[in-house]
Structures are given as C-alpha cells and as structure tokens.
C-alpha cells in the first residue's frame, strides 16, 4: 500500500523556524515528483512547493518563496520542508503529495504561528 | 497566476441523481507536451483529499466510475453520475499546467 506519513507540525511564534517531514512507502520514491500542500484553518487547498525526481529543480508559491525550502533525500525515503520567518498566515495543515499528479495523499501535519 | 473560478461553490444534490461541476480557467491548460494537467479531488469532511481524476478524464485508481471528467482548453466538469451518500464533501479542481499550481475555491456537494 502506497503511504506518506508527515511529521514535524507544532506550535511556533512568528519569525521562528520549523522543519516538516514526510517518509514514503509502498512505492519506488525516487520515482516521483513530491509536493507540499497545505490548507489554513477552514479554507481551500493552496500549493506550496514541488521537487522533482533528483532533487534538480524545485517550484514555490509566491508566498513562501525565500522563506521555505522543498528537499528530499531518495535513499531514506524522505521528503522535507524547511520553514523560516514563520507568519500567522502560514497557519495550516500541511500535507506530503505524491507525483505530477497529485496522486496520494499524507494524513497531513499541523503548523501554528502565533504568540 | 492562472485562476480556477468553480461553479456553483454549494450544490445540494439528491440520492441518485446526477451533480455537476465547473471549473473554469483563466487561460489554456494544455501543455506545450500536448496534455491537459487538471485533476480534481474529493475531501470528505474531517479526511485527507483524495484524488478522483487527473489529465482531465483519467480516473484514479479504485474510483468509482460514477465519477468522470471532462473539458478541454479553459472549461472543465466533474460529473457524478448517481450521487451515493458517501459522496459529501468539498470537491476541488486543480491545474498542473502551469507554474505556480493553482486550486479552484471548492465546491461543498451536501445531500
């Protein structure tokens, strides 16, 4: 069975810095493009970044560009996020996608910003 | 950015019947590669999404064929053919086509 488990989500103030997580399994990882997704406390769904299979290029909202960093690392399976100067509004669940077309789904990981 | 505007954003629907919805966009989804990246995503209340459709028509694995899409260019629609109660939720259109990726606002399907 193909799943993505994230870790990592906490409560931070505004300008501090957190790292997210994702670990893959049931599927050839270095295989995919791998996403972040997030969703704010009762809104839509908003794109945040995309790393292709080699970890070469990389995609960013507007909103988080410069703040946030997309990694990976094929031989453990995992996927990162590198989140600096945090602001309230970054307040989300944040979720680990699977592949160009957004075929699997993590259970998602929470990040508040507040003081 | 493109921008995917969903129609209507509340659909109440009847057990059996069918349900439709629209996503329209702000400029051509069709790649310079020839396909059309828009997928749509269910998500039941409380849940992850999920993906139903991706490359316009192309069903996910285990999803139900009650469920298809279809478009082209700048309209797309998401069609349930027989609404089942399971089927509540907020669905979502989403283009891969061009950088940023952008969502559609969401379409709360309720019984």
């Known amino acids: 069975e193909m799943q993505l488990v994230e870790s990592g989500g906490a409560l931070v103030q505004p300008g501090e810095s957190l790292r997210l997580s994702c670990r893959g399994s049931?599927?050839?990882?270095?295989?995919?493009?791998m996403n972040w997704v997030r969703q704010g406390p009762g809104k839509g769904l908003e794109w945040v970044a995309s790393?292709?299979?080699?970890?070469?290029?990389?995609y960013y909202a507007d909103s988080v560009r410069g703040r946030f960093s997309i990694s990976r690392d094929n031989t453990d399976k995992s996927l990162s996020l590198l989140m600096d100067s945090l602001r309230g509004e970054d307040t989300a669940i944040y979720y680990c996608?699977?592949?160009?077309?957004?075929?699997?789904w993590g259970q998602g990981t929470p990040v508040t910003v507040s003081s | 950015d493109v921008v995917l505007t969903q129609s209507p954003l509340s659909l109440p629907v009847t057990l059996g019947q069918p349900a439709s919805i629209s996503c329209r966009s702000s400029?051509?989804?069709?790649?310079?590669?020839?396909?059309?990246?828009v997928n749509w995503f269910q998500q039941r209340p409380g849940q992850s999404p999920r993906r139903l459709i991706y490359?316009?028509?192309d069903r996910g694995s285990g999803v139900p064929d009650r469920f298809s899409g279809s478009g082209s260019g700048t309209n797309f629609t998401l069609v349930i053919s027989r609404v089942e109660a399971e089927d509540v939720g907020v669905y979502y259109c989403m283009q891969g086509t061009h950088w940023p990726w952008t969502f559609g606002q969401g379409t709360s399907v309720e019984i």
């Open positions: 400029e051509s989804l069709l790649h310079r590669d020839e396909n059309t990246y």
């Open positions: 490359k316009v028509s």
């Open positions: 996608v699977r592949g160009w077309h957004c075929a699997t």
């Open positions: 790393i292709n299979q080699d970890g070469s290029e990389t």
């Open positions: 049931g599927f050839t990882f270095s295989t995919f493009w």
